[in-house]
């Protein structure tokens, strides 16, 4: 059977909890039409880059899946009828990545990290400014 990569996004009106359950309902769907649901991550809140249906932020889930064609049809469409659900993105895939995903690992690496990256970039400091030459001279000079 074909492999996917399925993540869906949904309102940040719900709470985790209930975001859990829809991800119960979606991988009862997959396993009902013959197909299997290898790994599921739940990456928290984020805030999205534009608005969708009024929304600034949104519930990000990731759905590994192991299942034919019409599952996965099945699955688009209950959630295209689902007024919690966003936006969705199927993609079809070689295989199924091991371990947490970049997304994880991303977040974990940030955590340990502790770092704060301040707006003159990764190291913090203040970028370099370079005093601008106007013809011949440097800016702020006292002639």
Not at 35 to 49: F, N, P, Q, R
Request: hydrophobic content about 30%; cysteine-free; proline content about 6%.
């Amino acid at each position: 059977m074909p492999l996917y990569e399925h993540v869906y996004l949904a309102r940040q009106d719900i709470s985790p909890q209930q975001v859990e359950t829809l991800t119960g309902q979606f991988k009862a769907i997959i396993t009902s039409l013959g197909g299997t649901v290898g790994k599921t991550e739940y990456w928290g809140v984020k805030s999205l880059a534009y608005r969708i249906k009024k929304n600034r932020k949104a519930h990000f889930t990731l759905l590994n899946i192991d299942a034919p064609p019409a599952a996965i049809a099945e699955l688009e469409r209950q959630q295209s009828i689902n007024e919690d659900i966003l936006r969705i993105l199927t993609l079809r895939v070689e295989e199924l990545e091991e371990g947490p995903s970049a997304q994880l690992r991303k977040r974990d690496d940030d955590e340990r990290s502790g770092e704060r990256r301040g707006p003159g970039g990764p190291r913090g400091d203040r970028p370099d400014r370079r005093p601008r030459r106007e013809e011949g001279r440097v800016e702020g000079e006292i002639e």
